[in-house]
């Protein structure tokens, strides 16, 4: 029964009355702060051990001043503006000259040039050491948290570099400028600027992922060969961040199809004849230009062999699929971080979010995914810091693929339980959620979908077989300490002795190929909690396929107390 005066003033929490005629009608309770001014790294325990574990520990201080500086609200806020202001196309200038420009809002170009001016595109080129490839991991992990999109053409400048040194006189030229700590988005010929960024484009209209079906030419304006120039005429149906100096092209040369660098500008000052026809619009990756192309007898100088381009290009590929496995174990990080953080402070009948047992099992089934795709992509930071060693080769070579198919892949539905974590609030477009969940398919889809990541782990294990071996060496180093993880693997094995129809079961095999690497790595590394948690809810059948299965007795209070950031 209410037995309120109706009469009685209204007061706010210091008893003070409210006024109605000023506009003052109530008192804003039960809302959590801004994620903001926290530092990605030290607030992270995943990320440090990890970092730790795989060989990095030398740049702890430099990525915990890293983690400071992702983590500040004004950087969070360059997230934001980049996304609200869409890149924008102009064919010509205003007396009438073709330009190709695409502009973009001044808060993209600030998070361009910090990524730049941190070495997220060259430092393990510039620098190898150990843990090399771990730091600029973590680093890039963090970076992305702030705003995915313009990661794109840092991603594509870090994995040109393969690619490009295969030819040993444009490497000369190009690689010092690409290794630069620097940004210039001016649009001008690559010899009057200090620092380049490296695009590609390799899809057609007819063939997308079946690159050899492309029908762009390539002419030879002299003897041709590797290091010559050629003429391209075509099209590209697929050039993401247009404004970048020069891109990796495929095009179809008198010996087969052959990858050649295409810069936007000719060495004599003059526009280079590839014309920008529109920018995509694109449901997410908004603060990133993608955009369709036409090749009108473009300058391309070819890289590698003729008729080799796949095999030369695939250089970069292999590095741009192992940064949309750090993208997207980033976009899980910060779901999850949004949703810890709310659930931290809302309360709801009776008690905060992150008290009551159903959350619990959402909030720490949501932690577990995020740390195990962090766990499998350092793993592979490490395997790239030694490929001189045979296992660590053979290694990466199944666990890219298996990585970028299976990260990525659950990174959709992840950030959707992460946004209706938040409720309401979190559907509005001035949360991060809204973003995160349009960013979350774009990596799952671009540099080879879900099918084809299948499809090239099994082509892996037929042309190299030690390549499963590996695997499975590595994934090994765990047993005996699970029995349900051993069961699992023991029938994993099993399944492989069967070669029937094998395209037809690729999914479900590399479903659990990264289930068990997975598995192995949080049973060895981290505490207990997180992989008897993952291993009673993924490698034993369940009866729910949502989030929020986890199995009684999961020590959820200690799992989702070591993934929550705390800002108060």
């Known amino acids: 029964m209410n037995t309120a005066d109706p009469a009685a003033p209204i007061v706010d929490g210091n008893g003070k009355p409210l006024d109605p005629y000023l506009g003052t009608t109530h008192q804003v309770t039960n809302q959590p702060p801004a994620l903001e001014n926290y530092n990605l790294f030290s607030q992270d325990q995943a990320l440090k051990e990890g970092v730790a574990r795989e060989g990095a520990g030398w740049a702890r201080q430099s990525l915990t001043d890293?983690?400071?500086?992702?983590?500040?609200?004004?950087?969070?806020e360059l997230g934001f503006l980049a996304n609200e202001n869409k890149p924008s196309f102009h064919t010509h200038d205003r007396f009438g000259h073709r330009q190709d420009l695409v502009k973009f809002h001044p808060a993209y170009h600030q998070l361009m040039d910090m990524a730049l001016a941190h070495g997220l595109h060259s430092s393990p080129?510039?620098?190898?050491?150990?843990?090399?490839?771990?730091?600029?991991?973590?680093?890039?992990?963090?970076?992305?948290?702030?705003?995915?999109?313009?990661?794109?053409?840092?991603?594509?400048?870090?994995?040109?570099?393969?690619?490009?040194?295969?030819q040993p006189e444009l490497a000369e030229t190009w690689l010092p400028k690409i290794m630069a700590t620097a940004y210039d988005p001016r649009n001008l010929p690559a010899e009057q600027k200090s620092a380049v960024t490296i695009g590609m484009a390799m899809t057609e209209k007819q063939g997308g992922s079946d690159v050899r079906a492309n029908s762009t030419r390539a002419f030879p304006t002299g003897p041709g060969g590797p290091g010559q120039a050629y003429e391209l005429i075509g099209h590209k149906w697929f050039v993401s961040a247009p404004m970048c100096d020069a891109f990796l092209?495929?095009?179809?040369?008198?010996?087969g199809l052959s990858c050649f660098l295409m810069p936007r500008?000719?060495?004599?000052?003059?526009?280079?004849?590839?014309?920008?026809?529109?920018?995509?619009?694109?449901?997410?990756?908004?603060?990133?230009?993608?955009?369709?192309?036409?090749?009108?007898?473009?300058?391309?100088?070819?890289?590698?062999?003729?008729?080799?381009?796949?095999?030369?290009?695939?250089?970069?590929?292999?590095?741009?699929r192992f940064d949309c496995m750090i993208g997207s174990a980033s976009g899980m990080r910060q779901a999850t971080a949004q949703a810890l953080h709310h659930c931290r402070?809302?309360?709801?009948?009776?008690?905060t979010l992150n008290q009551q047992p159903l959350m619990q099992n959402v909030l720490a089934d949501l932690a577990i995914e995020s740390e195990a795709a962090l766990a499998m992509t350092l793993r592979v930071a490490r395997a790239l810091d030694h490929q001189d060693n045979e296992h660590e080769k053979l290694l990466t070579r199944l666990a890219t693929p298996i990585g970028k198919y299976w990260i990525c892949k659950r990174t959709p539905n992840h950030a959707y339980e992460a946004m209706e974590c938040i409720g309401g609030s979190g559907v509005m477009e001035d949360c991060i959620m809204p973003r995160l969940l349009r960013e979350s398919p774009v990596n799952a889809i671009w540099e080879g979908s879900g099918n084809v990541q299948c499809l090239d782990t099994l082509r892996a294990m037929q042309k190299t077989p030690d390549a499963l071996d590996a695997y499975f060496a590595e994934v090994s180093a765990a047993t005996g300490c699970d029995k349900r993880f051993d069961q699992f693997l023991t029938r994993l094995k099993q399944d492989f002795?069967?070669?029937?129809?094998?395209?037809?079961?690729?999914?479900?095999?590399?479903?659990r190929l990264a289930l068990a690497l997975q598995g192995s790595l949080l049973i060895r590394h981290s505490p207990h909690s997180i992989a008897d948690a993952f291993?009673?809810?993924?490698?034993q059948a369940t009866d729910g396929l949502n989030y929020g299965n986890l199995r009684t007795g999961a020590d959820v209070g200690a799992i989702i107390q070591r993934a929550t950031p705390v800002v108060d």
Not at 345 to 351: C, I, N, S, V
Not at 535 to 539: D, I
């Open 66 to 76: 890293y983690g400071e500086l992702t983590g500040r609200a004004d950087t969070i």
């Open 497 to 511: 002795a069967d070669q029937n129809h094998l395209q037809y079961r690729a999914r479900n095999l590399v479903d």
């Open 265 to 320: 500008w000719r060495p004599d000052g003059t526009k280079n004849p590839w014309q920008i026809q529109r920018l995509k619009n694109k449901m997410g990756n908004v603060a990133n230009a993608s955009s369709e192309a036409e090749l009108r007898g473009a300058l391309g100088w070819m890289i590698g062999e003729e008729g080799r381009g796949v095999p030369t290009i695939i250089e970069m590929v292999a590095m741009t």
């Open 535 to 539: 291993c009673g809810s993924r490698l």
């Open 125 to 166: 080129w510039t620098d190898p050491k150990e843990g090399a490839h771990v730091a600029r991991a973590a680093r890039y992990y963090m970076h992305s948290q702030v705003e995915a999109a313009h990661c794109c053409p840092i991603t594509m400048t870090f994995a040109a570099t393969p690619s490009i040194r295969l």
């Open 345 to 351: 402070h809302r309360a709801a009948f009776g008690t």
């Open 249 to 255: 092209v495929l095009a179809q040369a008198p010996g």
